[in-house]
């Protein structure tokens, strides 16, 4: 017999056997039982969650030769020949190859007839939104007021696309994404059912790669079983998947904790040389930050890892703070963006992790202006700890006391403007009327200098004298 692969092989042919999408099932059993089933349905999803299986099931679920039933027997020649898409009752039509007016006229046509042999005559029109607007109208008469042997079940990826004069007359499901501990928990199952040993790493770089398409998944899944045999390394799942090891991301998660940048660079040269992509290594540094945040947020159950995985995991989390994590990720979310359009990505990809180090040496504005207007002097190099969110107040400066001076004696400068100069002093005190002989004589102080080199000011120019040239 010709090999099946696992994705048709394992294919849910009862309700309960589908996965991930549980409130749709439930719903469509109630219609079955209470005799609600409407003329119309609408699955819309992601690819791989099972809407055109879930068709078919309710289509067996109709026109089992028991009666209407939630549990269709799968024996009688209904049940084998739906499964086998080639039921004379239940048409299945592809509708990215069958979207003319005429495929539609000859759908209506064919929907005045009765069944021949089963309940129901079914129509699965699969990627429904590729029709064209003449086949859309064409639809519109016989989804208002078909016969009352016709059911149609419409499946499509992309139900924006869709006139809203066709949405209107179906009952819409919206399937969603399968979460991750359900595809492994599945994978699982089907490892063991087919002999394959392969850990939980393995399955989890599986579940990873699939993006919630248990289709997708299944098809991984198969393709390994074939590379490594039935003994599944955890080395073998990640060769074959493209994965970046996980002693590169762990380097890289701790560059940048500690701001280096050389350590940033050697990991860059690690997946150059073993001829990885450059996109992976950044969506997998994404992934470990977003993993790191969630652990720092305490929020351990939003993290698909093993439990030694996940003291790792917030072990390293406390090296960053919640403003630095959000930082990175940010910023490795931008760079990933930016490596779709450059045609250099090496050189693109260094010098963003080089920023990214950096970027961690660089105090916020609005930090240095609130210690410039509490008085406090900045600090000349950058403090790796967090600033609290309540920071005690810096105790009043104290005032020097004021010398004993005799009576200021005015002077006359380039510019025609008086100056005042205390006697036994060699600098004359600015007059306040002067804005510029202000600067130039405050800016000695060491908190407003070290204020004035933040913003990159040279005050000595702000205001040239006659003399100076401009």
Not at 29 to 37: G, K, L, M, S
Not at 252 to 269: K, P
Request: proline fraction near 7%.
């Amino acid at each position: 017999m010709k090999y099946q692969v696992i994705a048709r092989k394992f294919r849910p042919q009862i309700f309960d056997e589908v996965v991930g999408q549980k409130s749709i099932v439930r719903t469509l059993q109630n219609a079955i039982q209470t005799d609600r089933v409407g003329h119309a349905y609408l699955f819309s999803g992601p690819r791989g969650v099972g809407k055109t299986t879930t068709a078919r099931i309710l289509a067996k679920g109709l026109n089992c030769k028991k009666g209407r039933s939630t549990e269709p027997c799968g024996e009688c020649p209904s049940c084998t020949e739906i499964a086998a898409a080639q039921s004379m009752d239940v048409l299945e039509i592809d509708g990215a190859s069958n979207n003319g007016v005429d495929d539609i006229r000859e759908l209506r046509d064919s929907a005045r007839y009765a069944p021949s042999r089963d309940r129901y005559k079914i129509f699965i029109i699969d990627e429904v939104h590729m029709l064209s607007t003449p086949a859309f109208n064409a639809l519109l008469k016989v989804l208002e007021e078909p016969p009352p042997h016709v059911v149609f079940i419409m499946a499509t990826t992309e139900r924006h696309k869709l006139p809203a004069t066709i949405l209107s007359r179906c009952q819409i499901f919206t399937f969603r994404t399968i979460s991750a501990p359900e595809i492994q928990a599945h994978l699982r199952q089907i490892a063991d059912r087919e002999g394959a040993k392969i850990d939980d790493r393995g399955l989890s770089y599986i579940v990873k790669a699939s993006e919630g398409s248990m289709r997708d998944a299944q098809s991984l899944l198969d393709q390994i079983i074939s590379f490594g045999g039935q003994e599944i390394a955890q080395d073998d799942v990640r060769d074959v998947l493209g994965f970046i090891p996980n002693e590169v991301i762990d380097r890289t998660s701790t560059a940048l904790a500690n701001q280096d940048s050389r350590e940033l660079l050697e990991c860059i040269s690690i997946v150059v040389e073993q001829g990885l992509s450059i996109q992976q290594y950044v969506r997998e540094c994404i992934a470990r930050m977003r993993d790191l945040l969630m652990m720092k947020l305490e929020l351990d159950n939003k993290v698909l890892a093993s439990p030694e995985d996940k003291k790792m995991l917030a072990s390293d989390s406390r090296k960053f703070s919640e403003q630095e994590l959000v930082r990175n990720f940010d910023m490795l979310l931008r760079l990933e963006y930016e490596l779709k359009g450059t045609s250099q990505p090496r050189f693109h990809l260094e010098a963003g992790l080089v920023k990214l180090a950096m970027a961690g040496r660089v105090r916020d504005i609005e930090d240095v202006i609130r210690d410039f207007r509490q008085g406090v002097s900045p600090s000349p190099t950058p403090v790796k700890t967090s600033i609290p969110s309540n920071p005690a107040k810096p105790a009043p400066l104290e005032k020097p006391a004021a010398p004993a001076v005799t009576a200021p004696v005015r002077h006359a400068t380039a510019a025609g403007s008086p100056v005042e100069s205390v006697p036994g002093t060699t600098n004359p005190v600015p007059s306040r009327s002067d804005p510029a002989s202000n600067l130039d004589a405050a800016k000695d102080e060491p908190l407003v200098r070290r204020f004035l080199e933040v913003f990159r000011g040279d005050v000595a120019q702000v205001k040239p004298s006659k003399g100076e040239s401009q």
